[in-house]
């Protein structure tokens, strides 16, 4: 119980670092989602109860705190959630550097091309800052999870 | 199993707060998030919002030197001018006295707000520590070192939502000081334009735009930037206009929001 609520604290403090710590590290005004790219990395580590925790959660407080319509992370967040188990079970049973890359740079892009429709407009050139961002966040989150935990037990994407 | 109860229960919050939003529970529970994350943004943007744009600015040493003779020599031009200003204000009031006007009351204050943070990247939008607590009002203008920079869309109990002059969303009536050319100032990705000039107004390069005070609650005067040239094509039926900024949009720090006592 103590761990869950340790969990949900974490989640909560990586959403006050979104909004609050990532405009200042932006990139041409752009920052990726730190909650998405924890989510595709737990994802993809098969830390699935996590990944679920990490969606359904941090897309709540997101929704709490972002300028779209309320649900649009939480549905987007779940969404992503399956569309990555659904690839990790059809294209690819080993995680690799590359994979991780590919993975975080497509959910980042794909996240903007969505935030951009819910605010109404076009997807620009930004959305390609926030994937290369999100696949640099990703790497780094991902040799910080490698380093905890042992290489054998992250190997293969289970079932759900 | 649990995990479905799980993915159904968090489906039917967000459910629940789509279709409660226009009821204002967005808002309210914006405020207090805003509120719990306050501390840190403050915190944060004291302490490592200075430090990563001074290491940024490390790597432009050099135009920092030439931007800072450039800035001097500007300021003294400044000085000159702010004299015949001053003198010319007295003759204004001594003229206005002898024709018995009223001395224009001033009904408006600034208050100071810090920047707490910012939801999206997409939208050019802040946070600031200031809501409908410090009596603030949507469509109040906040300004940056005496230039306009926003307008006050989402004003919460306890926090504010500025939406940049540089969003695409943003329209502010504005005037060309010189030429006198009214239009409407809008952000985007090509940068800060004025849109709806009338063709009969012939505009100059470097002549300053301010705030019309025309409509919505900024008041008349505030300056904007300057005209950098004409961006409209041949054949349309209105004048385009880029402007350029002062301000650093991307570093903003302190701002101050133009209260209007109505």
């Known amino acids: 119980m103590i761990k869950l609520i340790l969990k949900i604290f974490l989640i909560i403090l990586a959403v006050i670092i979104q909004v609050v710590l990532m405009p200042i590290l932006s990139i041409k005004g752009i920052w990726p989602n730190l909650i998405l790219v924890s989510l595709v990395v737990l994802l993809m580590l098969d830390f699935q109860r996590d990944a679920l925790l990490v969606a359904g959660i941090g897309g709540i407080i997101s929704d709490l705190a972002g300028p779209f319509f309320f649900g649009f992370y939480t549905f987007t967040f779940i969404g992503f959630f399956f569309l990555i188990i659904f690839l990790s079970k059809r294209f690819f049973s080993e995680v690799n550097l590359f994979l991780i890359t590919l993975i975080t740079f497509l959910s980042s892009t794909l996240l903007g091309v969505l935030s951009c429709f819910a605010l109404g407009r076009l997807p620009n050139f930004g959305v390609l800052i926030e994937g290369i961002y999100g696949a640099f966040l990703g790497l780094i989150f991902f040799v910080i999870l490698i380093s905890f935990n042992k290489p054998s037990q992250i190997i293969k994407i289970g079932n759900m | ?262």
């Open chain 2, 1 to 262: 199993m649990r995990k479905w109860r799980f993915i159904i229960i968090i489906l039917s919050v967000a459910i629940l707060g789509f279709f409660l939003s226009p009821l204002g529970f967005s808002r309210t529970s914006r405020n207090y998030f805003w509120e719990i994350a306050q501390p840190v943004g403050l915190a944060t943007r004291a302490s490592l919002g200075k430090v990563f744009p001074f290491l940024g600015d490390l790597f432009h040493f050099r135009r920092i030197i030439q931007q800072n003779s450039n800035l001097v020599k500007e300021n003294l031009d400044l000085q000159s001018k702010l004299g015949k200003l001053t003198e010319v204000d007295y003759e204004n009031e001594v003229l206005k006295k002898e024709l018995g006007f009223m001395k224009s009351q001033n009904s408006q204050e600034t208050l100071p707000a810090a920047i707490i943070g910012q939801s999206s990247g997409y939208l050019k939008s802040l946070i600031i520590d200031k809501g409908k607590d410090f009596g603030l009002k949507e469509g109040d203008a906040v300004i940056s070192q005496g230039f306009l920079v926003g307008t006050l869309t989402d004003v919460r109990e306890n926090n504010s939502e500025v939406t940049l002059i540089i969003d695409f969303n943003s329209l502010v009536p504005v005037v060309l000081q010189n030429s006198r050319g009214t239009g409407l100032l809008r952000g985007g990705l090509s940068g800060l334009a004025v849109e709806d000039i009338p063709l009969n107004i012939s505009t100059q390069k470097d002549e300053n735009v301010i705030t019309s005070g025309l409509g919505g609650r900024i008041p008349q005067g505030i300056l904007i930037g300057k005209v950098t040239g004409v961006i409209s094509k041949e054949g349309e039926i209105f004048q385009k206009v880029a402007i350029a900024s002062p301000v650093d949009f991307s570093k903003l720090e302190v701002l101050f929001v133009i209260k209007r006592n109505d």
